[in-house]
């Protein structure tokens, strides 16, 4: 008959309270330090879309669509657009945060993420431009006198790398932060 060993493991669940209490401080510190990377990050990639942005100088009505005849003769002019100055970003949906102006500047215009009492379940960032012909603009290879097509996503590419590296830095710095307390040796 074979010896069979047995070992008997006592865990002692107390502190279960507060390990949730401290997971939830933990989410809302992330979520908080997260939403201000992600701020920072489309206050840049707005400033430079808006500066990259096509100066409008005729030749379009209000939809973006070219106003010739069969000839290629201008039918309307237009006397400039406001295409830089239509830039906005806009959070989950509701809250304009900021805007920009003809001149390439962006304007922080919404509540800071720390005067909000609610932690949001996510975090939806738009960026976008808001005029009817910011999309046959950014879309369509037209002569642009000053800026060019594909505004928004050509910045947002060049960008994307290092918004993913900020954001990992700034989770694994929060983390670090918030745990370095609760560790014993």
Request: proline fraction near 3%; glycine fraction near 8%.
């Given at each position: 008959?074979?010896?069979?060993?047995?070992?008997?493991v006592?865990?002692?669940l107390?502190?279960?309270?507060?390990?949730?209490?401290?997971?939830?401080?933990?989410?809302?510190?992330?979520?908080?330090?997260?939403?201000k990377?992600l701020?920072?990050a489309?206050?840049?990639?707005?400033?430079?879309a808006?500066?990259?942005a096509?100066?409008?100088?005729?030749?379009?009505?209000?939809?973006?669509?070219?106003?010739?005849?069969e000839e290629?003769k201008?039918i309307?002019?237009?006397?400039?657009?406001?295409?830089?100055?239509?830039?906005t970003?806009?959070?989950?949906?509701?809250?304009?945060i900021?805007?920009?102006?003809?001149?390439?500047s962006?304007?922080?215009?919404g509540?800071?993420?720390?005067?909000?009492?609610?932690?949001?379940?996510?975090?939806i960032?738009?960026?976008?431009?808001?005029?009817?012909?910011?999309?046959?603009?950014h879309?369509?290879?037209?002569?642009?006198?000053?800026?060019?097509?594909?505004?928004?996503?050509?910045?947002?590419?060049?960008?994307?790398?290092?918004i993913?590296e900020?954001?990992?830095?700034?989770?694994?710095?929060?983390?670090?932060?918030?745990?370095?307390?609760?560790?014993?040796?």
């Amino acid at each position: 008959m074979a010896r069979r060993a047995s070992m008997g493991v006592n865990i002692d669940l107390s502190g279960q309270k507060e390990l949730v209490r401290n997971s939830k401080d933990l989410r809302k510190k992330l979520k908080k330090e997260i939403e201000k990377t992600l701020r920072k990050a489309s206050f840049k990639l707005l400033a430079d879309a808006v500066n990259k942005a096509p100066i409008y100088q005729g030749e379009m009505d209000e939809n973006g669509d070219l106003l010739k005849d069969e000839e290629g003769k201008v039918i309307k002019t237009h006397d400039g657009g406001q295409l830089r100055a239509s830039g906005t970003i806009v959070k989950n949906n509701k809250t304009i945060i900021a805007t920009s102006d003809e001149n390439g500047s962006v304007t922080f215009g919404g509540s800071s993420p720390s005067s909000s009492s609610k932690i949001e379940s996510e975090i939806i960032l738009d960026i976008g431009f808001n005029t009817p012909y910011s999309e046959p603009q950014h879309d369509n290879n037209y002569r642009h006198i000053d800026g060019q097509m594909e505004y928004l996503e050509q910045p947002f590419r060049e960008l994307k790398p290092k918004i993913v590296e900020e954001v990992g830095k700034t989770a694994r710095k929060t983390i670090h932060k918030a745990t370095r307390g609760n560790q014993t040796n």
